[in-house]
């Protein structure tokens, strides 16, 4: 059965879709099978992937709205080597159609119920809020995956992301934990960000990932041609973090 990851946090810019895909990327390039969902409708996981948001038949809007499974739902990504379900444009509205709706914040969990068995990993990109879209990514995974920058606000930001995860463990997941924080754009050379990052273990130990993603302009490039950095220059520093990183997720898995 597929381990389901939410990389979120509320922030804006703070690297979310480029470690879902270049993890998706990274999983996928040592053996695992992978599902990346995009929940955020401006789809720049989906277009990060290969996958062209305006042509999708389907998206994970009509999985949300239940017309469509996972299984009819999805595309394959056949340069980044894992599946898609993709976010176009009508999953912004999604938001209001479900507010009418029956259980709502578990429309995501009911679908990936049938789809598990079939992936060793569902990565799920989270928009730059706690909605409803959101709340869907949350009630259907097994652990949260928060990206920061060290920055002198990181830790501030954490605080309301960490109690809507109190929150959504308490009333509607049980199994939700932070499986960890991934320090990202990372530049040693600057001081203030080695101190934040000094100050993220001590707080929070061993859920700070070891791997370290550096700030890497190839990472940065990569989504300009409908790729994951991992995918469009292996060799890059970047991307050879977020393939050690891949492998840290593998381990942690094993003790999940
Ligand atoms: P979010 O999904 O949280 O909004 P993104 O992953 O889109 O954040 O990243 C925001 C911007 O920072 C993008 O332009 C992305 O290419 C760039 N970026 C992300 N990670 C890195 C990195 N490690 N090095 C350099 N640029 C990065
Ligand atoms: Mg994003």
Redesign the pocket.
């Given at each position: 059965m597929a381990k389901v990851f939410c990389i979120a946090?509320q922030?804006?810019?703070?690297?979310?879709?480029?470690?879902?895909v270049n993890l998706a990327a990274g999983l996928a390039k040592v053996g695992q099978r992978v599902l990346m969902i995009d929940l955020?409708p401006q789809g720049?996981?989906t277009m990060g992937s290969g996958v062209d948001k305006r042509k999708l038949e389907m998206s994970v809007y009509d999985v949300l709205l239940e017309s469509a499974s996972i299984a009819e739902a999805k595309v394959h990504s056949e340069k980044c080597g894992y599946d898609v379900l993709g976010a176009s444009r009508d999953l912004a509205g999604a938001e209001v159609e479900l507010v009418a709706i029956e259980r709502r914040e578990t429309r995501l969990k009911l679908a990936l119920a049938d789809a598990a068995s079939s992936y060793d990993f569902v990565l799920i990109?989270c928009p730059?809020s706690l909605s409803m879209l959101t709340l869907n990514g949350l009630c259907a995974a097994n652990g949260v995956i928060v990206?920061m920058q060290c920055e002198y606000f990181a830790l501030e930001g954490l605080t309301d992301l960490v109690n809507t995860i109190k929150q959504v463990h308490a009333n509607l997941n049980k199994e939700l934990v932070v499986i960890g924080l991934l320090r990202?754009?990372?530049d040693p050379r600057i001081t203030l960000q080695q101190q934040v990052s000094e100050q993220l273990k001590s707080h929070f130990a061993e859920k700070v990932f070891n791997t370290v993603?550096?700030?890497?302009?190839r990472?940065?490039e990569?989504?300009s041609y409908g790729l994951p950095g991992v995918v469009f220059d292996p060799a890059a520093r970047?991307s050879l973090a977020y393939l050690q990183f891949a492998e840290e997720m593998v381990q942690r898995i094993k003790s999940m």
């Open positions: 946090n922030k804006g810019g703070v690297g979310k879709t480029t470690t879902t955020d720049n996981a990109d730059p990206p990202v754009m990372f993603i550096p700030r890497n302009v990472l940065a990569a989504p970047g």
